[in-house]
């Protein structure tokens, strides 16, 4: 294998998907930083791979508080699956939810909720694992007064 085979850079997602189950976060940040530039140098554009790469990247800058960074790769890994048909419905659910949370950890409650519920709509005929998890996110959210989240109606 070449150094920019695809199966290297599976291999690295592999990787960097252990590394973050094991909480070394610049380790699974330079994996799947290493697998986003081999995709983007191949002749094929492997969407999908190129999707779950930013989807797993945003997840450890989420992990790490880089909550702008983690928006955007979160993004970019949505418009990655839109662009070749979302096949897999899970993985753009997965990067809802983390957007979700960005949003609402950097203060945009509602916009965050709105991603979250979004997000359980596309994970529960598919994943009742993911489903119950971002159920749990949304009730965090919601479970927060009215006040402190910018809800309250003004009166």
Excluded: C
């Excluded at 999707?51 to 909550?67: D, S």
């Excluded at 949003?103 to 993911?130: F, I, Q, S, Y």
């Excluded at 927060?144 to 309250?152: D, I, N, Q, V, W």
Aim: proline content about 5%; overall charge positive.
């Amino acid at each position: 294998l070449g150094p920019d085979n695809p199966l290297v850079a599976q291999l690295l997602l592999f990787e960097g998907r252990v590394a973050l189950q094991q909480h070394a976060w610049s380790d699974a940040s330079a994996l799947f930083q290493r697998a986003l530039d081999i995709l983007r140098r191949g002749r094929e554009p492997l969407l999908e791979l190129q999707g779950i790469a930013h989807g797993m990247r945003a997840e450890v800058l989420f992990e790490l508080g880089r909550l702008e960074e983690a928006r955007e790769h979160a993004l970019e890994a949505l418009a990655l699956y839109e662009r070749q048909g979302n096949t897999h419905p899970t993985r753009a659910a997965a990067s809802w939810s983390l957007l979700g949370e960005v949003e609402a950890r950097l203060g945009r409650v509602r916009r965050g909720l709105t991603l979250l519920e979004r997000a359980l709509r596309a994970a529960e005929p598919h994943d009742a694992l993911m489903a119950a998890d971002i159920r749990r996110r949304l009730d965090g959210w919601r479970s927060h007064s009215p006040e402190k989240l910018g809800l309250a109606r003004p009166k």
